[in-house]
Structure formats: structure tokens, C-alpha cells
């Protein structure tokens, strides 16, 4: 009797010992087959994005180009008149701006060659992407400034798609791809950082004028006096008001 016990706890033993290391083995093949797919789906998250609606733009053809500070610009370079936008991308009265109102003021006043019109880059630190949204729109300016104001007018127009994304990267390379970039060599940029000082110094510029929000804007290096301005049309009025008055009836 003892010998059968014995070797029946041996063999229930043995057996024991085969099921856990099966189980083990099954174990990690499932972790191993998570992981993996884990990955993927990451990958895949990374790396897919739904193609931008196009901005409905006027149809105008403007000359574009850099001024010395390096801040991308439209419209004749020996204008009477400069105004400057401190805007944010992120910012939803600044895609109100460029989407609904800056249009008008293209026709009238930047494709007549009354106005120079410089954008100057100021993300809010309150907008996670604002800044990436910047050195999106500065990598697209490495392949020309028609291409930085491409940009612009994608990042504004699908402002909602890529604004609450953890990472954007794979939305701009494909509005990098819509507006016919090199994508590898927007890739190649966006991935350097090498904007990150320039927008850091566009920033540190705004805060030193005490720009009281965006979008905000300057004519001829006066900042538009916004105070109690409750709406962006209110303050584009403004914008309007200052420009006439520093054409003199031009």
C-alpha cells in the first residue's frame, strides 16, 4: 500500500511538473503574441492618418517669401504697409482668422500690393501641438514658402483632426504628402528638432511686445490696441481700421 502511495504521489508528481512547465510555456507564447500585436497596432496608430480637407482658398496669386528674422511672409516685400499676425496653430480663433476672415483681406489688401503680410509663430503653452504644428509649418517652408503658407492653410483648415492627437507627426506628413513636399526630407526635419529654437525665439518675442493673446496683430510694429475686443471679427475690424489709417487713403 505504501509503495503504491509512493508511487502514485511520484507519478501524480511528475505529471504535475509537465502541466506547469505546459502551462508556462502556453503562458508565454500568449504574452509573446500580445506583445506583438501590441506593437503593431502601435505602429499602426503611429503611422496611419486620415488625409486633410483641403483649404478653400481665393483664387489669388501672391508672391511669398522669408524676411530677415526668418518669419514667412506674402504679398509685395516693398509694401507701404506691414502687418504682422502673432497666432498660434493650435488656436481656434486663429483658424476662425485664416479659415473665414483673412481671405477678404488677401483681396483687398495683400493681392493689390498694399500690405506685406508676415505670420510670426506664437504657441500658447497652454497648446500641447502648437509647437509641433510650428516646426510642421517651418519644415514645409525648407521646400519653399509657397509651401510654409500650404501648410498653414492645411494645419487651420483640419485643425480639429490633428489638435487632440499625442502625437501629430503622421498627420502633417500627410498634409506634407497633399501639398506635394518631399515627405522623407519633411520627415527628416520634423524628426530634428532643428525649428525648435526658432519658434522658441518667436515666442520669447511675442511675450517681450506683451501680446495680449492670438491671434494679435501689428501694423508697421504698433501692436492693434484689442482692448475689450470680444469677438476675432472685433478684432480684425481693428486690424482693418489701423492699416487704412497707416495707408493714409492709398
Sequence with gaps: MSTRSQRGRAVQTKKSGVS???????????????????TVALQNRQTAATPGRDPARPATNVPTGVDANGFFFKGNASAPVV??????FQC???AYYATILSSQFEQEYIATGKVKFVYHEYPLSGHVNGAPAAYAARCAGE??????WAMHDYLFTNQRQWSPQSDPRAQFVAYARQIGLDTAAFEQCYASNRFRDAINQAKAA???????GTPSFAVN???VDTTGATSVEEI?????????????GR
Excluded: N
Design 143 to 148: 521646400q519653399g514658402a509657397d509651401k510654409y
Design 206 to 212: 511675442g511675450d517681450a511686445l506683451r501680446i495680449p
Design 83 to 88: 502687418v504682422t499676425e502673432f497666432s498660434d
Design 92 to 94: 481656434p480663433g486663429c
Design 236 to 248: 480684425y475690424t481693428r486690424m482693418r481700421q489701423a492699416v487704412d489709417a497707416a495707408l493714409g
Design 20 to 38: 506547469r512547465t505546459l502551462y508556462i510555456a502556453m503562458g508565454a507564447v500568449v504574452l509573446l503574441v500580445i506583445a506583438v500585436a501590441a
Design 221 to 223: 510694429g504698433q501692436i
